[in-house]
């Protein structure tokens, strides 16, 4: 009974220790990112550091597993059985949406990405080629039966997850502004990415797929 409270204790302090270097590899991407910051930071010191979760590479493969992760429950590629194209479509855009919001996330990717992306795992290639062939799957389901824009789904996609990204990076400093120009019409759906917004990028999205489709 006592090995219980053990393992809870040490989980918690594994989870910890992973939060304060999901942080600190955001702020500084892997180069940049020391293990003395991670462990100041977590309260801890280097050699507990290390037992717990391993050095700075087992550090990094963990706070991107766990990202990856994240993200694999957010935009699951596999389709559900006799999952309709417009199912699938809203899924995708969904999972886009919530994505976007995992700003530790993005702030790792992109300093990686300017490095050279050398530190990135390979897995996330497969990942995102699987995301957008799951998208574009969808997409020629739709388009293939009816006079469609004949839109890329590929970029369809990465227009879907730029705007999400963007508004909610920049939205809410733009909307914060006493000359903000569009303050009205960000009040209609919400600085924020909600569901009013994701409504919006869906019917948009199958417009641009289906110009038979009224906005």
């Not at 550091?49 to 694999?72: A, H, R, S």
């Not at 995301?131 to 739709?142: G, H, K, N, R, T």
């Not at 948009?204 to 289906?210: G, N, Q, S």
Request: aromatic share 10%.
């Amino acid at each position: 009974m006592a090995k219980e409270p053990m393992k809870i204790k040490r989980a918690e302090k594994c989870n910890h220790i992973i939060e304060i270097a999901t942080e600190v590899f955001s702020e500084k991407g892997f180069h940049g990112a020391l293990t003395d910051e991670i462990a100041e930071r977590a309260g801890v010191n280097k050699q507990s550091m290390y037992y717990y979760i391993g050095d700075k590479e087992k550090l990094y493969e963990t706070v991107m597993n766990n990202l990856l992760d994240q993200t694999k429950m957010y935009l699951r590629a596999e389709p559900e059985a006799n999952e309709c194209p417009e199912t699938k479509i809203r899924r995708f855009i969904y999972g886009m949406s919530q994505i976007a919001k995992m700003r530790p996330l993005h702030s790792i990717v992109m300093r990686e990405l300017f490095a050279g992306g050398g530190n990135l795992p390979q897995s996330l290639r497969k990942d995102v080629d699987n995301y957008l062939e799951s998208f574009a799957s969808a997409c020629s389901e739709i388009t293939k039966n009816n006079k469609g824009l004949n839109a890329s789904p590929t970029v369809v996609a990465w227009m879907v997850f730029a705007f999400f990204l963007h508004w909610d990076i920049t939205m809410p400093f733009v909307y914060e502004s006493d000359d903000c120009t569009q303050h009205d019409a960000v009040e209609a759906v919400g600085k924020n990415i909600n569901d009013k917004l994701i409504d919006e990028v869906e019917r948009l999205v199958f417009k641009m797929l289906d110009s038979t489709r009224s906005l």
